[in-house]
């Protein structure tokens, strides 16, 4: 039976250049090379022009960029100028070198999008994708103008590490997100959503076959992911912040987004939650996610437009 992962995909680029989105390999620097989708038309200095925002989506561990916000671009592309990265070892991105920390990646999507021409940004990351943002928006502050953060936090502690595994299970992020069967597909994505319909396993199968490439090097990136309590301090963020849960998220619950809006600020943090949604909100109520995303993005760059005309 032919892979239908290897199938879909070529289909999903189609359906992206329908929307106006293209594939671009980026050089970080030799020897390392990420894998973006990009607007086909380059950026331009226009004020108060919706379709000249930057918005850049950063994927989680369980799907490159275009798999995981395929729903979020289609509805996007045609408004905004929307980059999607593949973080290094997803997606055909690679690097030679030998770091494999949040800051790293970060470093690496900062400069590739500095390399097309992007200066300043609306970012939305997902669980590993939000923490690589926060690396961002802490080491770039004149290109992250703001943030939406969807089932994340500033960085994974060994407590809430710990906290997160007991709640899911598991000894071990590698044994959760890097299974090696069928049956550890099902409960990665049993455990990430609030209701999993029905699926065939040769669909887990198949996934299993095409999304679990470079294992040695993405085991390095969970154990480079987790530090010790100690070693965090909180940052202060000057960018806005926006909080788009799954309100039934047990991987990181509302007790640890609740913290996580307390350390951001009241007055700078927003929290919404959508319900009957898990880990993994953006792909299973895709269409609520985008109705608040959509939202959200309008009151950021009509404040943007305003803070423009004020100077």
């Keep these: 039976m032919v892979n239908i992962f290897a199938v879909y995909k070529p289909l999903l680029c189609w359906v992206m250049k329908l929307v106006g989105m293209r594939p671009q390999r980026v050089e970080i620097e030799p020897g390392t090379i990420m894998n973006f989708w990009v607007p086909n038309e380059t950026p331009k200095k226009s004020k108060n022009s919706n379709n000249n925002k930057a918005v850049v989506f950063i994927h989680g561990f369980a799907a490159d960029g275009i ?3 395929q729903s979020q671009v ?9 980059y999607v990265p593949d973080l290094v070892f997803f997606g055909g991105s690679i690097t030679d070198r030998s770091e494999r920390s949040p800051e790293f990646q970060a470093e690496c999507v900062a400069k590739g999008l ?19 943002g926060f690396k961002m928006a802490e080491m770039y502050p004149d290109l992250v103008e703001s943030m939406v953060l969807t089932c994340s ?28 069967s069928v049956q550890g597909v099902k409960v990665l994505f049993d455990i990430a959503t609030f209701k999993l319909p029905r699926i065939p396993n040769f669909i887990y199968k198949h996934y299993l076959e095409v999304m679990f ?13 987790v530090i010790d309590d100690n070693d965090f301090t ?4 000057p960018q806005r912040v926006h909080l788009l849960w799954g309100e039934n998220d047990i991987i990181f619950n509302m007790e640890v987004v609740n913290d996580l809006k307390r350390q951001l600020g009241d007055h700078r943090a927003t929290l919404q939650y959508i319900e009957k949604a898990g880990h993994l909100v953006e ?3 895709p269409c609520v996610y ?17 803070t423009q005309r004020s100077l």
């Design 74 to 82: 289609l509805a996007l592309a045609r408004k905004y100028k929307v």
């Design 234 to 237: 909180i940052p202060s963020h």
């Design 290 to 306: 985008n109705k608040h995303l959509k939202e959200i993005l309008t009151t950021l760059l009509e404040d943007g437009d305003q």
């Design 153 to 180: 936090v500033m960085a994974l502690t060994k407590s809430i590490s710990d906290a997160a595994l007991e709640r899911i299970g598991f000894k071990s992020w590698s044994d959760y997100l890097l299974p090696d």
């Design 114 to 132: 500095k390399n097309l021409g992007v200066e300043r940004c609306t970012l939305v990351g997902l669980s590993y994708g939000g923490m690589v």
């Design 67 to 69: 798999i995981t916000w």
């Design 213 to 225: 490439d470079n294992r040695k090097e993405r085991e390095e990136l969970l154990e480079a992911l």
């Design 283 to 285: 792909a299973e109520r």
